[in-house]
């Protein structure tokens, strides 16, 4: 790890610097998103770390990228989600037929008045479930990117901005390409997390069919809007030691120029390594999951965890890659066994002393 980047000496806010406060902030959060957690997983059986990932985001308000081949659950967590929160939910099934309109509004005519009105796509909504979104064209995906990135859409020259909290949770199958439109690398980078979805151990695949024998569980609102806008107020204040960054920095420059990190054998592998986008999105993910695990500060295992994910869609593979065979998280593993996180088990007092 690099000693030499010039961090300040914490992101600590008046309320951080409190341990017994900062204690009691994450132990709030752990609990109430455990409720949360048990009312999906009423519905949900297994798929855990996609779960987790979900609640990240939510703390985060960061948009996730959900890939598996169908049949994992991948829309039934999304939705079930949504109903356990009080917000709105809305779902758009991209097909190849799609218009930019279709999903962000457009102006209709009223002829009883003979005037135009907005008319509000569905992306006006807390949780937009954007569903196969690599099936639909150019167009379409670049007006979801302006809402993406901007929190807002553009109509006839007016600008609305979307709610807030306002996410998109996409889906994409990885094993059937026709008819589809890959995602650019600029939409992706937007996602902060990409979420690779497997299939359920044996036991939960018998629960599944155990519960399909019987009526779906109804969903209850665990958590007002107004709660997950204040926890993640409480996310911005979790401590994130000055030697976690400098690993940060080091660990997603590793990926851009691996032969400078004695990387040489990933180096024909990788044409881009990852953005700044990023780095920002990794140390943010970890202050989430550190609360939901529970602590008001980040340990190295945090990131560790979450590297996958946050990083597997930033990197652009070289030609030789696809070739090999080697996969985007075979680098990064590699990465990661040989640049480890630095173990800092930091208590409240240490964090904020």
Request: proline letters at 7%; aromatic letters at 6%; a negative charge.
């Amino acid at each position: 790890m690099n000693d030499a980047y010039a961090f300040p000496p914490d992101g600590r806010t008046v309320a951080a610097q409190d341990s017994a406060l900062a204690a009691e902030m994450a132990g709030n959060t752990r609990d109430a998103f455990e409720v949360v957690l048990f009312e999906v997983k009423r519905v949900v059986v297994g798929q855990d770390a996609m779960v987790e990932r979900l609640l990240v985001a939510l703390l985060t308000g960061g948009h996730v990228l959900l890939e598996g081949v169908p049949g994992l659950a991948k829309t039934l967590t999304v939705s079930t989600i949504s109903r356990a929160l009080s917000g709105s939910f809305a779902r758009v099934q991209f097909t190849p037929d799609l218009v930019p309109s279709d999903i962000v509004g457009t102006r209709v005519y009223r002829p009883q008045d003979g005037e135009f009105d907005v008319e509000l796509g569905p992306v006006f909504t807390n949780l937009l479930l954007a569903d196969e979104i690599n099936r639909a064209p150019a167009k379409v995906q670049s007006a979801l990117l302006e809402v993406m990135q901007e929190r807002q859409v553009t109509i006839a020259g007016r600008t609305h901005r979307v709610p807030d909290p306002f996410l998109v949770l996409a889906t994409q199958n990885p094993i059937e390409n026709e008819g589809t439109y890959p995602l650019p690398e600029a939409q992706l980078d937007r996602f902060l997390l990409k979420i690779v979805v497997g299939h359920l151990e044996a036991a939960e695949e018998a629960v599944v069919l155990g519960r399909s024998l019987g009526p779906a569980p109804e969903v209850r609102p665990m958590l007002s809007l107004d709660d997950l806008r204040a926890f993640q107020r409480v996310t911005r204040e979790v401590y994130v030691d000055p030697r976690l960054l400098a690993y940060v920095v080091d660990l997603v420059n590793a990926t851009r120029a691996p032969g400078e990190h004695g990387f040489d054998r990933l180096a024909p592998y990788i044409a881009h390594g990852a953005s700044p986008r990023g780095a920002l999105g990794l140390v943010h993910a970890a202050r989430a999951l550190a609360l939901l695990r529970g602590r008001g500060y980040v340990v190295g295992r945090d990131l560790a965890h979450l590297a996958h994910d946050v990083l597997r869609h930033r990197l652009v593979l070289s030609y030789d890659a696809l070739a090999d065979g080697v996969t985007a998280d075979e680098v990064l593993s590699a990465v990661l066994d040989e640049l480890p996180p630095p173990q800092l088990e930091l208590s409240y007092t240490e964090a904020t002393a």
